[in-house]
């Protein structure tokens, strides 16, 4: 996809550029990828939180099974110090001890190393300051240790000193441990109650032998106690029955704690410890007690030392477990969540990447072809491949769109070369017509002299064709026939017509005999003339160049004009009708004659026709006039001024019908 | 082209509108006057009152419609001005169509 | 189904004849174009079909050897109606080809499209056609490159007109 982007960056760019308005650098990929980026980092950010939450909390219980660590040792050797203070008691009493005090001692400095030891692992707020108290403690341990074995094992007052001495210490290690305590806290409600129960049986443990010291110490005889100070005890005695039925409903109820022995510590106090209490302190009221009381009672305190050891040994034991338990939980936790988060990313990157490929990537090329279309590049639009139906059918319509450019584009061609084909055909009919026309001129003899009279012309066609045509030639016999014929229409056909009646009057003149005038001609070519072809107006004429006599026949033709010397103007002529309308025409010579300087005007009628810019035409008087002013001229001067004429009166400089003039003059 | 037509005494009427009859609309008058003769028509007047002008191709118009009509029937031309008299008189017309100086004479003439 | 008897094929078929174009003469650049047509459209059939009165005649194909096929039996009877692309989507949902022998049998034809080929306003000559063994949609898209293939086949034939060969095919 990058690679793609980068390849078509360059060429899209420069074609935008063109497209775009003043603004809108912003593209749709670019907002698509800046929102895809966004969400891809918030969503990244929210998955590393919840896995560093996730990992804290891992961390809280590992370091909490460290500390746990912790406190078992230092608790180890609190035990093992009263242990020793309570045998060293014992053995000042002149008891039997239970273990070697020796042996406990050792026992507590080892536990208070272990502390040490386990103290630098567990990391605990304010630990260095913890780490110098026990170092201290042990420093005070080892001092009992040294003061024991100097002691002789039977000075009682010295050996009960030793014991209170443990005591003491044992007293600070106790609060040494609350402070580890509270420095950490409890992670849970259970391990809250884990601590409860511990305390219970510390407390009780410590109430216990505080009072088996106490009693001891009176039982040894090392001092009398006042009768306040005995109730006080017994009252420290019954203190711990007070918080039992609690701490059972507790132990019951509380799933870490079920199945320990807590009920057990609980009701032998209740049935057999308080009772061997009472009768010591009553024994002791009393002023005799007897040894088998004190043994009683001492085995009793011995027992309870056992309960408790067991209650805390399970305590920890289930500690452990619930914190063992609750670290794999949060392993789990932490795996599950690095899994879901990791899930989540990819799912998160794949979608992305199906965004870009199916969206943006289309959506670019979209933009590449519209742009190419714009340019006019009719290359086939590709298939998109996305899912989306808006973009296929905006895709769809720039295929119509191309197709319809590539239509109107083959239109064009095909119009241009339409165009060039027509104006060939058109060159092509013109060079035709011209070669006709060329043919068609050829006809049209050059002014000059025959059989005695002067021929001057004037032709012109108002198109390149015309319907005009005339002649003039000898006759075998000498005379001079002359004809005009004007085929109605102009243009190709009108002339083809034209060559026709032309060939057909020459030849029918031709054919005249020596007596025979031009009527008989015109009545010939009449005959022959086909049904189908259209009709047309001539007059034709024969004259004798010797006498200067002739005459002529009028089919449809205007009338001619005889130029007499110092006459007016006059019309020869009776009409006819045009070759081609009837079977019997009727047409019959008119004679007339041409003296020296007579001169005969014969003319179609495009003369007439002219039409100025209003629509008149010029008509027979005004021609009649225009011939009587310029009847004095020469031929060739009249015929010029007749032109001039025409010309002026001419709306345009395009004639509207063909007009020719043959002006014969006797020489 | 404008022509109006009105039949008087079973014979048709042509009136023809324009004051020019050439080049531009003859065809057009020849192709009214072929179709009146194939719809039956045998005695057709045309009124020339209004026409100021008539060249060649509308002369063979007229011709045309004569021949086409043939012996069948009777082609008259009525009230022509005086420049289309004088081609009329010209062409020597009166030889192929009876001309008359009104529509009325004309009609007479065909209806009798 | 019934060979439409629309008024206009009497003078259509005046009107092919009149033409002068050879019905049924291959020509290469028309059958290169039904390959070229086959494979942009992705169909199993593309042919340029004449309509003559009694067969339609296949004067250019890709995909397929038939020649020619009875004229009451050629689905392009009803492309040359109009001027427009035929789409039948699917044959089997359409009343009027449900029905069709080249439906219900071989070679089951079960999508056609044809644009007709129009010589001049009064002359269609049969249609370009596209046809398939399933059915499948048939967009604007498609249709306008269709209907340009329909051109270019006219094109075509019209060039073929000016070519000696064709001559001897000419109407009396």
Same mark, same amino acid.
């Given at each position: 996809?990058?690679?793609?982007?980068?390849?078509?960056?360059?060429?899209?760019?420069?074609?935008?550029?063109?497209?775009?308005?003043?603004?809108?650098?912003?593209?749709?990929?670019?907002?698509?990828?800046?929102?895809?980026?966004?969400?891809?980092?918030?969503?990244?950010?929210?998955?590393?939180?919840?896995?560093?939450?996730?990992?804290?909390?891992?961390?809280?219980?590992?370091?909490?099974?460290?500390?746990?660590?912790?406190?078992?040792?230092?608790?180890?050797?609190?035990?093992?110090?009263?242990?020793?203070?309570?045998?060293?008691?014992?053995?000042?009493?002149?008891?039997?001890?239970?273990?070697?005090?020796?042996?406990?001692?050792?026992?507590?400095?080892?536990?208070?190393?272990?502390?040490?030891?386990?103290?630098?692992?567990?990391?605990?707020?304010?630990?260095?300051?913890?780490?110098?108290?026990?170092?201290?403690?042990?420093?005070?341990?080892?001092?009992?240790?040294?003061?024991?074995?100097?002691?002789?094992?039977?000075?009682?007052? /010295?050996?009960?000193?030793?014991?209170?001495?443990?005591?003491?210490?044992?007293?600070?290690?106790?609060?040494?441990?609350?402070?580890?305590?509270?420095?950490?806290?409890?992670?849970?409600?259970?391990?809250?109650?884990?601590?409860?129960?511990?305390?219970?049986?510390?407390?009780?443990?410590?109430?216990?032998?505080?009072?088996?010291?106490?009693?001891?110490? %009176? @039982?040894?005889?090392?001092?009398?106690?006042?009768?306040?100070?005995?109730?006080?005890?017994?009252?420290?005695?019954?203190?711990?029955?007070?918080?039992?039925?609690?701490?059972?409903?507790?132990?019951?109820?509380?799933?870490?704690?079920?199945?320990?022995?807590?009920?057990?510590?609980?009701?032998?106090? =209740?049935?057999?410890?308080?009772?061997?209490? /009472?009768?010591?302190?009553?024994?002791?009221?009393?002023?005799?007690?007897?040894?088998?009381?004190?043994?009683?009672?001492?085995?009793?305190?011995?027992?309870?030392?056992?309960?408790?050891?067991?209650?805390?040994?399970?305590?920890?034991?289930?500690?452990?477990?619930?914190?063992?338990?609750?670290?794999?939980?949060?392993?789990?936790?932490?795996?599950?969540?690095?899994?879901?988060?990791?899930?989540?990313?990819?799912?998160?990157?794949?979608?992305?990447?199906?965004?870009?490929?199916?969206?943006?990537?289309?959506?670019?090329?979209?933009?590449?072809?519209?742009?190419?279309?714009?340019?006019?590049?009719?290359?086939?639009?590709?298939?998109?491949?996305?899912?989306?139906?808006?973009?296929?059918?905006?895709?769809?319509?720039?295929?119509?769109?191309?197709?319809?450019?590539?239509?109107?584009?083959?239109?064009?061609?095909?119009?241009?070369?339409?165009?060039?084909?027509?104006?060939?055909?058109?060159?092509?009919?013109?060079?035709?017509?011209?070669?006709?026309?060329?043919?068609?001129?050829?006809?049209?003899?050059?002014?000059?002299?025959?059989?005695? #009279?002067?021929?001057?012309?004037?032709?012109?066609?108002?198109?390149?064709?015309?319907?005009?045509? #005339?002649?003039?030639?000898?006759?075998?016999?000498?005379?001079?026939?002359?004809?005009?014929?004007?085929?109605?229409?102009?243009?190709?056909?009108?002339?083809?017509?034209?060559?026709?009646?032309?060939?057909?009057?020459?030849?029918?003149?031709?054919?005249?005999?020596?007596?025979?005038?031009?009527?008989?001609?015109?009545?010939?070519?009449?005959?022959?003339?086909?049904?189908?072809?259209?009709?047309?107006?001539?007059?034709?004429?024969?004259?004798?160049?010797?006498?200067? =006599?002739?005459?002529?026949?009028?089919?449809?033709?205007?009338?001619?004009?005889?130029?007499?010397?110092?006459?007016?103007?006059?019309?020869?002529?009776?009409?006819?009708?045009?070759?081609?309308?009837?079977?019997?025409?009727?047409?019959?010579?008119?004679?007339?004659?041409?003296?020296?300087?007579?001169?005969?005007?014969? #003319? !179609?009628?495009?003369?007439?026709?002219?039409?100025?810019?209003?629509?008149?035409?010029?008509?027979?008087?005004?021609?009649?006039?225009?011939?009587?002013?310029?009847?004095?001229?020469?031929?060739?001067?009249?015929?010029?001024?007749?032109?001039?004429?025409?010309?002026?009166?001419?709306?345009?400089?395009?004639?509207?019908?063909?007009?020719?003039?043959?002006?014969?003059?006797?020489? | 082209?404008?022509?109006?037509?009105?039949?008087?005494?079973?014979?048709?009427?042509?009136?023809?509108?324009?004051?020019?009859?050439?080049?531009?609309?003859?065809?057009? +008058?020849?192709?009214?006057?072929?179709?009146? %003769?194939?719809?039956?028509?045998?005695?057709?007047?045309?009124?020339?009152?209004?026409?100021?002008?008539?060249?060649?191709?509308?002369?063979?118009?007229?011709?045309?419609?004569?021949?086409?009509?043939?012996?069948?029937?009777?082609?008259?031309?009525?009230?022509?001005?005086?420049?289309?008299?004088?081609?009329?008189?010209?062409?020597?017309?009166?030889?192929?169509?009876?001309?008359?100086?009104?529509?009325?004479?004309?009609?007479?003439?065909?209806?009798? | 189904?019934?060979?439409?008897?629309?008024?206009?094929?009497?003078?259509?078929?005046?009107?092919?004849?009149? !033409?002068?174009?050879?019905?049924?003469?291959?020509?290469?650049?028309?059958?290169?174009?039904?390959?070229?047509?086959?494979?942009?459209?992705?169909?199993?059939?593309?042919?340029?079909?004449?309509?003559?009165?009694?067969?339609?005649?296949?004067?250019?194909?890709?995909?397929?050897?038939?020649?020619?096929?009875?004229?009451?039996?050629?689905?392009?009877?009803?492309?040359?109606?109009?001027?427009?692309?035929?789409?039948?989507?699917?044959?089997?949902?359409?009343?009027?080809?449900?029905?069709?022998?080249?439906?219900?049998?071989?070679? +089951?034809?079960?999508?056609?499209?044809?644009?007709?080929?129009?010589? !001049?306003?009064?002359?269609?000559?049969?249609?370009?056609?596209?046809?398939?063994?399933?059915?499948?949609?048939?967009?604007?898209?498609?249709?306008?490159? @269709?209907?340009?293939?329909?051109?270019?086949?006219?094109?075509?034939?019209?060039?073929?007109?000016?070519?000696?060969?064709?001559?001897?095919?000419?109407?009396?």
């Amino acid at each position: 996809m990058s690679g793609d982007a980068a390849a078509s960056a360059v060429a899209p760019n420069a074609r935008d550029a063109r497209f775009r308005g003043a603004r809108g650098r912003l593209t749709l990929r670019i907002v698509l990828l800046a929102i895809l980026s966004a969400f891809g980092l918030g969503l990244a950010g929210l998955m590393v939180w919840l896995g560093l939450d996730r990992w804290s909390d891992y961390r809280l219980y590992s370091h909490q099974l460290r500390v746990e660590e912790t406190r078992f040792a230092l608790r180890d050797s609190l035990l093992a110090a009263e242990q020793a203070a309570l045998d060293l008691a014992v053995l000042a009493y002149g008891g039997e001890p239970e273990r070697d005090p020796a042996d406990d001692l050792a026992r507590a400095a080892a536990s208070l190393e272990a502390t040490l030891g386990s103290l630098a692992a567990a990391d605990l707020p304010g630990g260095a300051d913890i780490a110098v108290a026990v170092a201290e403690k042990m420093a005070r341990l080892g001092t009992i240790r040294v003061e024991l074995a100097s002691t002789p094992a039977r000075d009682d007052r /010295e050996l009960a000193e030793r014991a209170a001495d443990l005591r003491a210490l044992a007293l600070d290690l106790r609060s040494l441990r609350m402070r580890i305590l509270r420095a950490v806290g409890v992670p849970d409600v259970a391990m809250g109650v884990v601590h409860l129960f511990r305390n219970y049986a510390l407390q009780v443990h410590d109430t216990i032998h505080a009072n088996a010291a106490a009693y001891l110490s %009176i @039982l040894t005889g090392l001092r009398t106690p006042s009768a306040a100070e005995l109730t006080l005890l017994s009252r420290e005695t019954t203190r711990s029955r007070f918080a039992a039925p609690t701490f059972i409903d507790l132990v019951d109820a509380d799933p870490i704690m079920a199945g320990t022995t807590a009920s057990d510590l609980v009701d032998f106090i =209740e049935s057999e410890y308080i009772p061997a209490e /009472e009768a010591i302190l009553q024994g002791i009221r009393a002023g005799a007690v007897s040894p088998d009381t004190v043994a009683g009672w001492i085995a009793a305190v011995r027992q309870v030392d056992e309960l408790t050891r067991r209650m805390l040994a399970a305590t920890d034991e289930a500690a452990r477990r619930h914190l063992g338990e609750r670290l794999a939980a949060e392993w789990r936790a932490l795996v599950a969540s690095l899994l879901v988060s990791g899930g989540v990313l990819v799912a998160y990157l794949l979608c992305a990447a199906l965004i870009v490929r199916r969206v943006v990537g289309p959506l670019g090329e979209m933009r590449r072809t519209m742009l190419r279309l714009a340019e006019g590049d009719l290359r086939p639009v590709g298939v998109l491949r996305t899912p989306l139906a808006d973009l296929l059918a905006m895709n769809d319509a720039l295929r119509v769109f191309r197709i319809n450019a590539v239509r109107r584009e083959r239109l064009q061609q095909e119009r241009l070369e339409l165009h060039a084909r027509i104006a060939a055909a058109a060159r092509e009919m013109r060079a035709d017509l011209e070669a006709a026309a060329l043919v068609q001129l050829s006809q049209l003899p050059p002014p000059g002299h025959l059989g005695g #009279f002067r021929f001057d012309t004037y032709f012109r066609a108002s198109r390149l064709l015309g319907g005009d045509t #005339f002649d003039f030639f000898r006759l075998s016999d000498g005379r001079v026939a002359l004809f005009q014929v004007d085929v109605a229409g102009h243009g190709a056909a009108a002339s083809l017509v034209s060559v026709a009646a032309h060939i057909a009057l020459r030849r029918a003149l031709d054919a005249l005999g020596p007596e025979e005038g031009p009527a008989q001609a015109m009545e010939d070519v009449n005959r022959g003339w086909r049904e189908d072809l259209p009709y047309f107006t001539a007059l034709a004429a024969v004259l004798d160049g010797r006498t200067g =006599e002739g005459s002529l026949v009028q089919a449809g033709h205007p009338y001619p004009v005889l130029l007499g010397s110092g006459a007016p103007p006059a019309r020869l002529g009776e009409g006819g009708v045009p070759v081609g309308v009837v079977p019997e025409p009727g047409w019959r010579d008119i004679p007339f004659t041409l003296r020296a300087g007579e001169r005969l005007l014969v #003319f !179609s009628d495009g003369i007439y026709d002219v039409q100025d810019d209003t629509g008149s035409i010029f008509g027979e008087d005004r021609f009649m006039d225009l011939v009587g002013r310029l009847s004095a001229l020469p031929s060739e001067d009249l015929i010029a001024g007749i032109e001039a004429a025409l010309r002026n009166w001419s709306a345009a400089d395009e004639m509207f019908d063909d007009i020719s003039l043959v002006v014969v003059e006797r020489v | 082209m404008q022509t109006e037509e009105t039949v008087q005494d079973g014979v048709l009427v042509v009136g023809v509108r324009v004051p020019r009859l050439e080049a531009s609309n003859a065809p057009e +008058f020849r192709r009214t006057l072929i179709e009146r %003769i194939e719809a039956g028509h045998q005695q057709i007047v045309i009124d020339l009152a209004q026409v100021q002008f008539i060249d060649s191709s509308a002369l063979g118009a007229l011709i045309g419609a004569v021949k086409r009509m043939g012996a069948l029937g009777t082609i008259a031309l009525a009230a022509p001005n005086g420049t289309l008299s004088r081609l009329l008189t010209l062409t020597r017309m009166d030889k192929v169509f009876p001309i008359t100086e009104t529509v009325e004479d004309a009609v007479a003439k065909l209806a009798s | 189904m019934d060979q439409p008897n629309h008024p206009g094929e009497i003078e259509r078929l005046m009107r092919l004849a009149e !033409s002068g174009l050879d019905v049924s003469s291959r020509i290469p650049e028309l059958d290169d174009l039904c390959r070229d047509a086959r494979d942009h459209f992705g169909t199993r059939i593309a042919a340029v079909t004449m309509l003559t009165r009694d067969l339609q005649i296949l004067k250019a194909r890709a995909g397929t050897e038939i020649e020619a096929v009875p004229r009451h039996l050629a689905f392009c009877n009803v492309t040359i109606l109009s001027e427009k692309v035929m789409v039948v989507a699917d044959t089997l949902e359409d009343p009027r080809f449900r029905d069709h022998p080249m439906v219900t049998g071989e070679p +089951f034809v079960r999508f056609y499209a044809g644009a007709p080929l129009v010589y !001049s306003p009064d002359l269609v000559l049969g249609a370009f056609c596209l046809t398939d063994g399933k059915p499948r949609t048939f967009s604007l898209g498609d249709r306008a490159e @269709l209907t340009a293939y329909a051109e270019a086949a006219v094109s075509i034939l019209v060039e073929s007109l000016d070519r000696p060969a064709a001559v001897g095919g000419r109407a009396p």
